[in-house]
C-alpha cells in the first residue's frame, strides 16, 4: 500500500515563507513525477510545481521566482519552499505522485491528504 504524507501547512503573514515535504512510503518500484497541487476554497485545484526523476521542474505562472520544488529521490521525497508568501496562496496544498508500485505495474496516481496553508495579510 502506498502512502503520501505531507508535512509543513500552517499560518504565516504574507511575505513569509513555508516548506512544505511529502514522503512517499510503501510498496514503490519507481516514482516518475511528483508535483504539488493547491486547491483554495471556491476554486479548482491547480497545478503549483511539478518535478521528474531526472529533476526537470515547472512551475505556475503564478509562483514563479517565488517558490522552489526540490526531490530526493534515495528518500522517495518531495518538497515545495515558498517564499514572499501572499494572501492568495493560500489554500489546501496536496502532494502527488505517479509512480510505479512494482516492477510489474504501470505507473498510478497517488495522492496526499493535503495540509493547509493560510496567509494572513
Known amino acids: 500500500q502506498v502512502q503520501l504524507v505531507e508535512s509543513g501547512g500552517g499560518l504565516v503573514q504574507a511575505g513569509g515563507s513555508l516548506r512544505l515535504s511529502c514522503v512517499a512510503s510503501g510498496s514503490i518500484f519507481r516514482i516518475d513525477v511528483m508535483d504539488w497541487y493547491r486547491q483554495a476554497p471556491g476554486k479548482q485545484r491547480e497545478l503549483v510545481a511539478g518535478i521528474t526523476s531526472g529533476g526537470s521542474t515547472h512551475y505556475a505562472d503564478s509562483v514563479k521566482g517565488r517558490f522552489t520544488i526540490s526531490r530526493d529521490n534515495a528518500k522517495n521525497t518531495v518538497s515545495l519552499q515558498m517564499n514572499s508568501l501572499r494572501p492568495e496562496d493560500t489554500a489546501v496544498y496536496s502532494c502527488?505522485?505517479?509512480?510505479?508500485?512494482?516492477?510489474?505495474?504501470?505507473?498510478?496516481?497517488?495522492w496526499g491528504q493535503g495540509t493547509q496553508v493560510t496567509v494572513s495579510s
Open positions: 502527488h505522485a505517479v509512480l510505479a508500485a512494482t516492477m510489474f505495474s504501470h505507473a498510478s496516481d497517488y
